[in-house]
């Protein structure tokens, strides 16, 4: 989920000016809004009670909107409560069916049990809606490596670079699907161009030294 900064505080009530006939129409929605992004605040510092209560108060005054159960979800997957994960990701998927976060969230639940088919097929439905999802993006190269499939990951790992050039972890990532694939001197130049940007990536410089390694055996495999 993207966190953002929230400074704004909000009342237990909508402010009224003036008489009972004029009230500000957007302030509950100002208020969900405020809550939302305060729940999203508190969970990326763990602050999962906090942050819970933030969302269950969103998903009185938004309940037809996805993004606080979609936050409910995301603190039960953090407290292993599985099963309210689920029910939590699957509201916001009533709610919106092309809720792609609520994907990611049911595709994470099912990897955690080991159910790779069902996380894979989820975290495929996620990126089809939202390819600059990183954690679906990640969570489908895991899967991908457990069940060794990796046709599908590795297109979607280059459409990702594609606009995202840069990011190591999903450099390093590609270079080792090319190198399952036999295509090392893609892993290579990809790792190379991995360590140009973070040097101390020492798992980056690891895999560079098993592809060279297999290049020169093929290499001296080709001379005789």
Do not use: W
């Amino acid at each position: 989920m993207d966190i953002r900064q929230q400074n704004s505080t909000f009342a237990g009530s909508p402010e009224i000016r003036g008489s009972q006939e004029n009230p500000h129409p957007d302030n509950s929605t100002q208020h969900y809004e405020v809550l939302v992004e305060l729940g999203d605040c508190y969970a990326s510092v763990a602050c999962y009670d906090k942050a819970q209560r933030c969302y269950e108060q969103a998903a009185s005054l938004g309940p037809d909107e996805p993004a606080p159960y979609v936050g409910l979800g995301v603190v039960a997957l953090q407290e292993d409560r599985l099963e309210d994960a689920e029910i939590a990701f699957r509201v916001a998927l009533r709610l919106d069916t092309e809720c792609a976060k609520a994907y990611a969230g049911l595709a994470m639940a099912a990897q955690q049990t080991a159910d790779f088919k069902r996380a894979f097929d989820l975290y495929l439905k996620c990126l089809e809606l939202d390819i600059d999802n990183l954690a679906a993006l990640l969570g489908l190269f895991q899967t991908s490596c457990r069940m060794g499939s990796f046709a599908k990951v590795t297109h979607y790992l280059e459409l990702y670079l594609n606009t995202h050039a840069g990011d190591t972890a999903v450099m390093f990532s590609l270079a080792a699907l090319y190198m399952k694939e036999g295509r090392l001197e893609k892993a290579r130049d990809m790792l190379l161009n991995t360590l140009a940007l973070d040097p101390e990536k020492t798992d980056a410089a690891n895999l560079l030294e098993e592809v060279e390694h297999s290049l020169a055996q093929i290499e001296r495999q080709s001379e005789f």
